[in-house]
T-cell receptor
Framework: QQQVKQSPQSLIVQKGGISIINCAYE??????FPWYQQFPGKGPALLIA?????SEKKEGRFTISFNKSAKQFSLHIMDSQPGDSATYFC?????????????FGKGTHLIIQP | KAGVTQTPRYLIKTRGQQVTLSCSPI?????VSWYQQTPGQGLQFLFE???????NKGNFPGRFSGRQFSNSRSEMNVSTLELGDSALYLC????????????FGPGTRLTVT
């Protein structure tokens, strides 16, 4: 049972454009929603995260929008750059922190065209 | 501060053998989690350790096991390797008992032939 559904599977955006990746979850016990960025040959790197008590969090060019009632959250990358080309994973976990383990989406392969 | 380190980075084993992978967390971090990454199944949680105790385990067979030492370093072991165990094995560390932020190492690429 896939508890976190991520879309699209792949995305091509022009340099300077906005990249948008969406995720939906089923488990209402999830309490923390991070996004990870992974380059080939590297481990996932924590990008930005949100808790369900806020609807939006912004860090530089990266913004998470969170809709608790719809059980959906999304990552927006503003002014996308070729260096942003990577695979992005959304994830979720419960109130146990690291003990609960992260449940990941299947990933989005993002390509920023110069 | 040094990041999460994993050794070895690459490993080739034969079906039926066993393997041990090692992980050193970020200095001061006491929670270590292990994940398996494959093209088909994506990233899947294996287990988590805190203060040498396994607190949670994912949906993997008993061939997958782990342990944590008093210095927070962790090892995972896979016995009786199968072809389907070929994957990138990732270790992540986080600070305290209820810390949410997990920081990943570069992984160990295991190939089973």
């Amino acid at each position: 049972q896939q508890q976190v559904k991520q879309s699209p599977q792949s995305l091509i955006v022009q340099k300077g454009g906005i990249s948008i990746i969406n995720c939906a979850y089923e488990n209402t016990a999830f309490d923390y929603f991070p996004w990870y960025q992974q380059f080939p040959g590297k481990g996932p790197a924590l990008l930005i995260a949100i808790r369900p008590d806020v609807s939006e969090k912004k860090e530089g060019r990266f913004t998470i929008s969170f809709n608790k009632s719809a059980k959906q959250f999304s990552l927006h990358i503003m002014d996308s750059q070729p260096g942003d080309s990577a695979t992005y994973f959304c994830a979720a976990t419960g109130s146990g922190g690291g003990a609960d383990g992260l449940t990941f989406g299947k990933g989005t392969h993002l390509i920023i065209q110069p | 501060k040094a990041g999460v380190t994993q050794t070895p980075r690459y490993l080739i084993k034969t079906r039926g053998q066993q393997v041990t992978l090692s992980c050193s967390p970020i200095s001061g971090h006491r929670s270590v989690s292990w994940y398996q990454q494959t093209p088909g199944q994506g990233l899947q949680f294996l287990f988590e350790y805190f203060s040498e105790t396994q607190r949670n385990k994912g949906n993997f067979p008993g061939r997958f096991s782990g342990r944590q030492f008093s210095n927070s370093r962790s090892e995972m072991n896979v016995s009786t390797l199968e072809l389907g165990d070929s994957a990138l094995y990732l270790c992540a560390s986080s600070g305290g008992a209820l810390s949410y932020e997990q920081y990943f190492g570069p992984g160990t690429r295991l190939t089973v032939t």
